[in-house]
């Protein structure tokens, strides 16, 4: 079947340390999206990319990196530098032209300790 | 950019009971209005969608409205069930979408 992959499912992350967080997609899709979410708010877009080697920043880029190096692949740093990284992550993909709706993953909490 | 608002932020209603959510969004060159549904710990998922070329569609139980001209747009759900239960989201494209800050809706029984 195809689909959108995040994993982990939940990750905790000492202060001052970086992790990554997994997005892979099989929907042969073009574009690929990073949201933070927060209790009781919306979606806020971190990062996107329509293309491979290519990505743009969102609304709340600072303190997070991207890469897309591959087409299925967009992988999310969280670094030390993002100072309230408590949140749950979404990832997203589209066919090139976001008129086609997006397919979601399934998300992960990430908590500092 | 695109700026959606989401209105009411929560929503209770009695089962069997119909829901409204109502979006309105800034910028006119968006051209794409999708509604996604999310549960608890889930990812949201596209339930039904309308672009602007036209003014309703309907699916079952679900229906979404379009007002292009006062730049907002509607949905609707009909027959609550408890399995409605859930946060919905409204979202405007013209080049990527824009998510408004969703609706928590409990069905109560």
């Known amino acids: 079947d195809g689909g959108i992959t995040q994993s982990p499912k939940y990750l905790f992350r000492k202060e001052g340390q970086n992790v990554t967080l997994s997005c892979e997609q099989n929907?042969?899709?073009?574009?690929m999206y990073w949201y933070r979410q927060d209790p009781g708010q919306g979606l806020r877009l971190i990062y996107y990319?329509?293309?491979?080697?290519?990505?743009q920043k969102g609304d709340i880029a600072e303190g997070y990196s991207v890469s897309r190096e591959k087409k299925e692949s967009f992988p999310l740093t969280v670094t030390s530098a993002q100072k309230n990284p408590t949140a749950f992550y979404l990832c997203?993909?589209?066919?090139?032209?976001?008129?086609?709706?997006?397919?979601f993953g399934s998300g992960t909490r990430l908590t500092v300790v | 950019g695109e700026n959606v608002e989401q209105h009411p932020s929560t929503l209770s209603v009695q089962e069997g009971d119909s829901a409204v959510i109502k979006c309105t969004y800034s910028d006119s060159a968006s051209n794409y209005f999708p509604w996604y549904k999310q549960e608890l710990g889930k990812g949201p998922q596209l339930i039904i969608d309308?672009?602007?070329?036209?003014g309703e569609k309907k699916d079952q139980r679900i229906a979404v409205t379009l007002n292009k001209t006062a730049k907002h747009f509607s949905l609707h759900i009909t027959e609550t069930q408890p399995e409605d239960s859930a946060v919905y989201f409204c979202?405007?494209?013209?080049?990527?979408?824009?998510f408004g800050a969703g609706t928590t809706v409990t069905v109560r029984a």
């Open positions: 979202a405007a494209a013209d080049y990527k979408l824009s």
């Open positions: 309308i672009r602007s070329n036209v």
């Open positions: 929907l042969n899709h073009d574009a």
């Open positions: 990319s329509q293309i491979v080697n290519d990505f």
């Open positions: 997203a993909s589209s066919q090139r032209s976001p008129l086609y709706g997006y397919t």
